[in-house]
């Protein structure tokens, strides 16, 4: 946490970029000390409203404040806290899962021998999926990256 939060607004200071006016930590107190140890490295600690929510019991935290700060569970703040941990939970989930499917089916590709980055690179332009190189002639194949490759990716997957 406390490298992902100062990497974030370390970069939002180098770019020039504005400051949001709050920040959420989807944790208790533990996860909020590591985000607040980051906003001090950067003097950003009084210039950024930030709390924590802990799953569990929808405790809200606040900096220098030991005990936790219970909403009603039918509160319609409480509602938009839930719903924006939520969506950063679907964000990292989809992008998470998204990098790792790209990775398994280039995967596939470097198993070939002879077959190296430029030409996974050069075919997933020219056919934007593997199973769209894998359901290739070899014609069309040929077009993109030469007999002999094409080859060996045709033979490969036929």
Known sequence: MEEVVYRRYKR????NLSLPQLI???GGK????SALKSLDALELR??????GIAKRLEELFYPEDKYPLYLDKKSETLKVIQYLRNEAHRFGITHHRNKRSKSALQTELETIN???EKTILDLMKAFKSVKRIKAASIED??????KSKALKIFNAFK
């Open 141 to 146: 194949l040929k077009k993109v990256i030469g």
């Open 24 to 26: 959420i930590i989807d």
């Open 30 to 33: 533990g996860q909020l000390s």
């Open 46 to 51: 009084n210039k950024i409203a930030i709390i």
């Open 114 to 116: 002879g077959i190296g």
């Open 12 to 15: 939002l200071l180098d770019e």
